[in-house]
Nanobody, 119 residues
Framework: QVQLQESGPGLVKPSQTLSLTCIVS??????????WTWIRQPPGKGLEWIGY???????IYSPSLKSRTSISRDTSKNQLTLQLTSMTPEDTAVYYC???????????WGQGTQVTVSS
């Protein structure tokens, strides 16, 4: 059973960088043909795709966030990281990590972690 667990700060100040970790257990993040995705949901809004890191290590980001986003992995720890720079209040959201075989098909979700951007 694959499980994902997000962790990181619940509060970030404007202009700071958000760093979140997703710990994956029960399956390898290097599993062939699998993609590990970060998604967020601002209050009162729908899900917004941030980007993913593929089993190969390749990354793809949302065009609207690409300049501020970095997704990486630590294969020895079997975990993912998300870094989002220059945070603003509009980045306030619940952040999720998810895994799936592609095509917006997510087999596994973390529970989500609330991130609030405020001074």
């Amino acid at each position: 059973q694959v499980q994902l667990q997000e962790s990181g700060p619940g509060l970030v100040k404007p202009s700071q960088t958000l760093s979140l970790t997703c710990i994956v257990s029960g399956g390898s993040i290097t599993t062939d043909n699998y993609y590990w995705t970060w998604i967020r949901q601002p209050p009162g809004k729908g899900l917004e795709w941030i980007g993913y890191i593929a089993y190969t290590g390749s990354t793809i980001y949302s065009p609207s966030l690409k300049s501020r986003t970095s997704i990486s992995r630590d294969t020895s720890k079997n975990q993912l990281t998300l870094q989002l720079t220059s945070m603003t209040p509009e980045d306030t959201a619940v952040y999720y990590c998810a895994g799936g075989a592609g095509g917006n098909e997510y087999d596994y979700w973390g529970q989500g972690t609330q991130v609030t951007v405020s001074s």
